[in-house]
Nanobody, 123 residues
């Protein structure tokens, strides 16, 4: 299985920066794409940024130019650098991984989620 643990959340003022990190353990070799999602109170979970195993990235329009996703395949980590934070960025941020090894997929284990980390941007 693949286990994900996020860290780095906290309280930051508008315009500030924060860096989230997600560490994968268990069988990280089975991970392909890694993605950061977020969920604000009363809203649906939404994709923030994603990165493939080869390093190709994609971002939600709301964070394009402010957030940067990066990945270290040796350390099995994925980070999210968040700059110029807005109050609308306040949410619980979740790390997500696509699992591709047949040993897991055959048992219906197609992905893994972290427990989430709170990011609060104050005015």
């Amino acid at each position: 299985q693949v286990f994900l643990v996020e860290s780095g959340g906290g309280l930051v003022p508008v315009g500030g920066s924060l860096r989230l990190s997600c560490a994968a353990s268990g069988d990280p070799i089975c991970i392909s794409n890694m993605t950061w999602y977020r969920q604000a109170p009363g809203k649906e979970r939404e994709l923030v940024a994603t990165i493939t195993s080869g390093g190709t990235t994609d971002y939600a329009d709301a964070v394009q130019g402010r957030f940067t996703i990066s990945r270290d395949n040796h350390l099995n980590t994925v980070d999210l650098q968040m700059n110029s934070l807005k109050q609308s960025d306040t949410a619980v941020y979740y790390c997500y991984a696509d699992v591709v090894c047949s040993a897991y997929v055959s048992r219906g284990l197609h992905n893994s989620w972290g427990q989430g980390t709170q990011v609060t941007v104050s005015s």
